[in-house]
């Protein structure tokens, strides 16, 4: 339908006759994204009952190894990601992984990066975006939508065993470091990351954060400037 100064499309996205939302925009990007937030939400409670936990982390595949990447918002995990694929490794998910913590495996989800200006312009397979207008979605910083199969083909990985966990955090100092991040450390920051899309994490998702920490090995990875360091130190 069309408002006085602009055409504005509408979309319902709906899983059964009691959970409907409506999404509205008049910027396709946006409503895009809007309807993409909707079905996840929904695609994560059918994952959920298959054993399926939903992370806001990042992860990619490095050596026929999965590597899962768990982070709140600027702390680094989709930099960490557009180092590794420009170095040759493969995308399994930016900032929302599902993995089985019964199978080890982390799954890929074919979701669109989210990358602010100043990443973009530190890799060459990205400059072109640069010439495009940077997106924003609800109340989000604005950033680039990018799609990596695009920028470096042949980037996008399948299923793969989870072989380590990764915190990362930047920080000033040119040289990366990986130290040993502590079980009660992990759990407490793997809860956060399911925390992101729960209100209240049931008994369930608590036991498989528990696994996580307890089975996977973890660390903490100190992102330094000089990128050529990072995947050295991983």
Known sequence: YHTKDEKVVAVTVTSNSHDSTVCFSSERDVL????????????AKLLEKEGKRLLHASSVEMDGRGLLFPATSGFGKTFLTLVLLNNGHRLLADDKTFVDPAR???FPYSRRLRVDRRSVAMFPALRPYLRSPERRFLNFKAKYFIDAEKA????????????CIIFPTVWVNAESRVVPCRTEHALSRLLTSMKLFHQELTRAETQAALELATKVPS??????TDISAIEKAI
């Open 219 to 224: 660390y903490n990875l100190l992102i330094g």
């Open 152 to 163: 470096w083909p042949g980037s996008r990985g399948s299923a793969y065993p989870l072989s």
């Open 104 to 106: 080890m495996m982390i």
């Open 32 to 43: 895009y994204e809007l309807c993409l937030f909707e079905v996840e939400k929904r695609a």
